[in-house]
């Protein structure tokens, strides 16, 4: 532990995640039409969560080291909740009215896949 710790009130903590939100909330509005709402809802939660950490981070005064690892397992649960936003928010229509498979379905399918084959030979 460092010496003197300059950890954030609960009151400036609020008054950060506060501002985050607001800030995603402009983020979302402005990149949902262009990208869809699941894949920008998703990139937007990733990206707040890793701010609010790293706002933490800076404001704690504590060794790097130890506040990193928390850092990281924070960002990691973040993602890990991706799964509880609704599957039916991350699909684009067409002008016809079909789901396009876009490159972000792409890329998960062969990153499940990949995860398959990896905990099936162990």
Request: aromatic letters at 8%.
């Amino acid at each position: 532990m460092s010496g003197r710790s300059t950890s954030p009130s609960f009151g400036h903590a609020l008054g950060a995640a506060f501002v985050l939100s607001i800030g995603g909330a402009a983020v979302l509005a402005a990149v949902g039409p262009f990208v869809g709402a699941g894949t920008a809802l998703r990139a937007v939660i990733a990206l707040l969560g890793l701010a609010y950490v790293l706002y933490l981070m800076g404001r704690s005064g504590e060794r790097v080291g130890g506040v990193t690892t928390v850092a990281l397992w924070c960002f990691f649960l973040i993602q890990a909740f991706h799964v509880l936003i609704p599957a039916a928010m991350n699909e684009r229509k067409t002008v016809s009215g079909a789901a396009t498979d876009d490159a972000f379905a792409r890329a998960h399918r062969a990153a499940e896949s990949a995860v398959r084959r990896l905990s099936s030979i162990h």
